[in-house]
């Protein structure tokens, strides 16, 4: 079994940031791609961000230009940079990976609580 162990999330000011961090602890055969998913209260869960094993991300365009994903492949670690939040960005956050162990498979995290209130 793979754990996602994800951590950062908090109570924040709307226009205020922060920095989600995902990490996939253990040895893999190979990780392609991460990203992170949010669900707030009532919606389905959607994706945010995703990030390709060469470093390509892709956006939800609710996100862009605010929020930067990256990840350091050595670490098997996965961020989310969060700038400029909104009310609206409040959700739990959820780490995403897909892992090869002795097939491809999607894992999830535990989930974090991001709040954006005054």
């Known amino acids: 079994q793979v754990q996602l162990v994800e951590s950062g999330g908090g109570l924040v000011q709307p226009g205020g940031s922060l920095r989600l961090s995902c990490a996939a602890p253990?040895?893999?055969?190979?990780?392609?791609?991460m990203g992170w998913y949010r669900q707030a209260p009532g919606k389905q869960r959607e994706l945010v961000a995703a990030?390709?094993?060469?470093?390509?991300?892709n956006y939800a365009d609710s996100v862009k230009g605010r929020f930067t994903i990256s990840r350091d492949n050595a670490k098997n670690t996965v961020s989310l940079q969060m700038n400029s939040l909104k009310p609206e960005d409040t959700a739990v956050y959820y780490c995403?990976?897909?892992?090869?162990?002795?097939?491809?498979?999607?894992?999830w995290g535990q989930g974090t609580q991001v709040t954006v209130s005054s």
């Open positions: 995403n990976a897909n892992v090869y162990r002795s097939t491809w498979k999607y894992y």
């Open positions: 253990g040895s893999f055969f190979r990780i392609n791609a």
């Open positions: 990030i390709t094993s060469g470093g390509s991300p």
